[in-house]
């Protein structure tokens, strides 16, 4: 079956403009997860959606930043008023529930974002 | 605090031996997912292992083992006969509970496997 999807793979922007970035999970994967990794680092934990509902944000970096799940399938992940610190690897990952135990997330390609 | 600690920012592993890339956490949680991922150029983070806290035996998946060692909370990654396709950066991950599930990665090992 298909994997984790993202879009766009790449986004140059402004500084100061809006953007959004798209994620499509794996079918029936009921949690959704977004990170940003910049260059040399490891994935940041932003936000943690269960079915619709953002379960956990409390990694997003500030308000600019904003993830939406309406349908608790695709999310989109929206930052306004971008700045150059923006920039980074944006990662969505999926997982069939929410639980522990050996469920793990199965992550996207990533979108890159350049804020100039 | 919660941490996941990867000491070795670079690895060279002469192909077809064994390499083992270190990872060491901190967590106060009695119950604990610990993860390895690996990281190819191309950007996707792709899952390789998991130990449960609570596991007795060490986690293998083909070519990969997981060394895990509670009391000094550590989760090596033991990687054998290596290939020149396993050059890339690896990720240890801990999954810790705290109202909800978390996931904490360290900041990577970036392995070359010579030829």
């Known amino acids: 079956g298909a994997g984790v999807s993202q879009t766009p793979s790449n986004k140059v922007t402004e500084k100061g403009k809006y953007v959004e970035l798209r994620c499509d999970p794996i079918s029936g994967h009921t949690a959704l997860y977004w990170y940003r990794q910049s260059l040399g680092q490891g994935p940041e934990f932003l936000i943690y959606f269960q079915g619709t509902g953002a379960a956990d944000d409390s990694g997003l970096p500030n308000d600019r930043f904003f993830a939406v799940r309406p349908e608790g399938s695709v999310s989109t992940l929206k930052i306004q008023r971008t700045e150059r610190g923006d920039s980074a690897v944006y990662l969505c990952?999926?997982?069939?529930?929410?639980?522990?135990?050996?469920?793990?997330?199965?992550f996207g390609p990533g979108t890159r974002l350049t804020v100039l | 605090a919660q941490k996941i600690t990867q000491t070795q920012p670079g690895m060279f592993v002469q192909e077809k031996e064994a390499v083992t890339l270190d990872c060491t956490y901190d967590t106060s949680d009695q119950s604990y997912g610990l993860f390895w991922y690996k990281q190819p150029s191309s950007g996707e983070m792709i899952f390789l292992i998991y130990?449960?806290?609570?596991?007795?035996q060490n986690a293998t998946e083909g070519r990969y083992s997981l060394n895990f060692q509670k009391a000094r909370k550590s989760a090596n990654l033991v990687i054998s006969a290596s290939q020149l396709g396993d050059s890339a950066m690896y990720f240890c991950a801990m999954r810790v509970h705290s109202g909800t599930y978390k996931y904490i990665f360290g900041t990577g090992t970036r392995l070359k496997v010579l030829a």
């Open positions: 130990q449960g806290s609570y596991d007795e």
């Open positions: 990952a999926s997982s069939l529930t929410s639980g522990g135990g050996a469920d793990t997330q199965y």
